[in-house]
């Protein structure tokens, strides 16, 4: 059973710092493409970070230089995380956590998240 759990959203000042967690399990794939994507009440839904099996990360450019996305693997769980410096208003976005089974991200991600709220206020 295939499990997408995000934490660590929450309310914080402009200029403020988070940092998002999302715990996959259940994955039977050798080579895992993870990313964040956030969407906002009336809006499509954007891409904020990916990373690639390898460990290669690409990001919007609203974000570049202030967030960063990085993984860890832990007793059979794969973590993905969103460091989120000097966060702004528009920031604010219910933010998902995506996995496929591929070695590179693509446009398509299988597996979702419920989400976690960001507001910056």
């Known amino acids: 059973h295939v499990q997408l759990v995000e934490s660590g959203g929450g309310l914080v000042q402009p200029g403020g710092s988070l940092r998002l967690s999302c715990a996959a399990s259940?994955?039977?794939?050798?080579?895992?493409?993870m990313g964040w994507f956030r969407q906002t009440r009336g809006k499509e839904r954007e891409g904020v970070a990916t990373?690639?099996?390898?460990?290669?990360?690409?990001?919007a450019d609203s974000v570049k230089g202030r967030f960063t996305i990085s993984k860890d693997n832990v007793k059979n769980t794969l973590y993905l995380y969103l460091q989120m410096n000097s966060l702004k208003p528009e920031d604010t976005a219910m933010y998902y956590c995506?996995?496929?089974?591929?070695?590179?991200?693509?446009?398509?991600?299988?597996?979702w998240g419920q989400g976690t709220q960001v507001t910056v206020s």
């Open positions: 995506a996995a496929e089974g591929a070695k590179r991200c693509g446009a398509d991600f299988g597996y």
């Open positions: 259940g994955f039977t794939y050798g080579s895992m493409c």
């Open positions: 990373i690639d099996d390898d460990g290669s990360t690409s990001y």
